[in-house]
């Protein structure tokens, strides 16, 4: 899989100009594509993630709720994990693989780092940044965004 910039160039979405300027910000800055796309706003995350969706052939998900996270699957991914790499585990399939949503699907370090941690492989889905972070914030409990807290205090 490409990065996320020459997934979007390829898809026609960025011009070279953008391309040349989003790679300097990246150098500049030491961010990823991802982070440069957001911080530059170049192009709207829910934008990114409707192309990501069609192009990567991968689901989309809108206003994340409760309803559609399985426990089993939240219990995959730590709230720390989640707000670090901007995703959500939904569900184990009955393939046994993670379902996850990522605000950046092409990010294969950050897959492959959740994949050694946690030890199931991960199948991605895509949502926007913004709806992430809302949904990891009201998904996750209280006792499992604090959880390092207490387990420090024991």
């Not at 990065?3 to 990246?26: P, S």
Request: proline fraction near 5%.
């Amino acid at each position: 899989m490409d990065d996320i910039i020459d997934v979007l160039f390829k898809g026609g979405n960025l011009t070279e100009i953008n391309v040349t300027m989003l790679r300097a910000y990246m150098d500049r800055w030491k961010v990823g594509g991802y982070h440069a796309l957001i911080e530059t706003h170049v192009i709207p995350d829910f934008e990114i993630a409707d192309f990501l969706a069609e192009y990567l052939k991968i689901p989309r998900y809108y206003n994340l709720g409760p309803n559609d996270i399985s426990e089993a699957a939240l219990e995959k991914i730590s709230y720390i994990q989640a707000r670090e790499h901007c995703c959500l585990p939904v569900e184990i399939t009955k393939d046994k693989l993670l379902k996850v949503i990522f605000a950046d699907p092409t990010n294969k370090k950050v897959i492959s780092k959740l994949v050694e941690t946690i030890g199931i492989e991960i199948t991605p889905a895509v949502s926007s940044k913004h709806e992430i972070e809302v949904a990891v914030g009201n998904i996750y409990s209280p006792e499992q965004q604090l959880g390092w807290v207490f387990q420090e205090g024991s």
